[in-house]
């Protein structure tokens, strides 16, 4: 191998993402020689399509070219923020690797300092995130939620200098990946107040960076071995075999964090069905049964 094609999507969260990859791997072979080979997906294609329960765009509307650019053998891996990435498996295609996992909080990014409790009444709030919507009106029913496309950057400056939204809410792995939290960073630069939200559960698998590959490709796959978290995973592995359990996409409605617990997994979950909503949690040996535990509670209901 001449060279590891990393294929990433092009936006500064992405390219970050990948720039992650590359010095976790740099660490561990000196000699190693990356390229960077930018895909654009088609959610990147269509900024003014909206995402959420309702969206037109298919399951992987982030990954699916990623994904088809590794089939065709034009790319070594792929780089995928792991929430984005669907629960069903694409024959020929396996996660290499899933690195250690960010904070996987939810921030608030407000013009006024005091986070959520201090927001107008009436206010309007934005989010890409049906979960993140239906969280926001559980703990305050009287706000406006709008939707909103873009990258971060994107969607902060919006908010900077949009008179009529008073906040959105963004993952804080993201700010923190993009620097936009520290001072000096691009939150301070707008005059933004960061948040975090500690009553929200995260999308399952936010925070995680997944790295994919050929199933054949041994060689590939092993060089990946040293960088994957194996905690990270069987975390993940919940959340995400929870979501497949109930049917859904990185669209749905659904929260879940999974966190190592003593030897065991700790799951907790929270699932919002129109003005319907669930939690539940279990602690259990491993993924698969705490997972099970937790859709059995839901199932109950």
């Known amino acids: 191998m001449k060279s590891l094609k990393i294929g990433t999507r092009g936006s500064d969260l992405a390219l970050a993402q990948s720039l992650i990859l590359q010095t976790a791997l740099s660490r561990i072979y000196p000699k190693l020689s ?10 990147d294609m269509r900024l003014d399509t909206p995402l959420g329960v309702d969206s037109p765009f298919d399951k992987g509307a982030f990954t699916k070219e990623l994904e088809t650019a590794l089939l065709r053998k034009r790319i ?19 996660v290499g690797a899933i690195l250690p996992r960010a904070s996987c909080e939810d921030f608030l990014i407000s013009k006024q300092d005091g986070g959520l409790e201090a927001l107008p009444r009436g ?24 939707g909103i496309r873009g990258n971060v950057a ?3 400056s919006k908010l900077a200098r949009t008179s009529r939204l008073c906040a ?54 092993q060089l990946l071995t040293p960088v994957h978290d194996p905690t990270t995973e069987e975390c993940v592995r919940a959340e995400r075999l929870l979501l497949k359990k109930l049917g859904g996409g990185c669209h749905s409605a659904l929260g879940a964090l999974a966190q ?13 069905q129109g003005t319907f909503f669930r939690y539940a949690q ?16 839901f199932s109950s209901r």
């Open 34 to 43: 990356m390229d960077t080979v930018i895909v654009r997906t088609q959610a």
């Open 168 to 221: 959105i809410i963004v993952a804080r792995a993201g700010l923190e990946r993009l620097y936009a939290l520290v001072p000096g960073g691009l939150c301070e630069k707008l005059g933004l107040h960061a948040q975090a939200l500690k009553d929200f559960l995260p999308a399952p698998g936010q925070g995680a960076i997944a790295v994919q590959v050929l199933e054949k490709d041994e060689r590939t796959r």
């Open 260 to 272: 190592p617990l003593a030897g065991a997994i700790y799951l907790q979950a929270a699932w919002f």
């Open 282 to 297: 279990a602690t259990a040996s491993n993924a698969e049964e705490v997972a099970t535990q937790v859709f059995s509670t």
């Open 154 to 156: 994107t969607r902060l």
């Open 76 to 94: 070594h891996v792929a780089v995928h923020s792991l929430k984005d990435l669907p629960v069903e498996d694409v024959p020929g295609l396996v």
């Open 123 to 146: 206010g309007y709030v934005a989010t890409g995130s049906q979960r993140r919507k239906s969280q926001i009106l559980r703990h305050r029913p009287d706000l406006v939620v709008e």
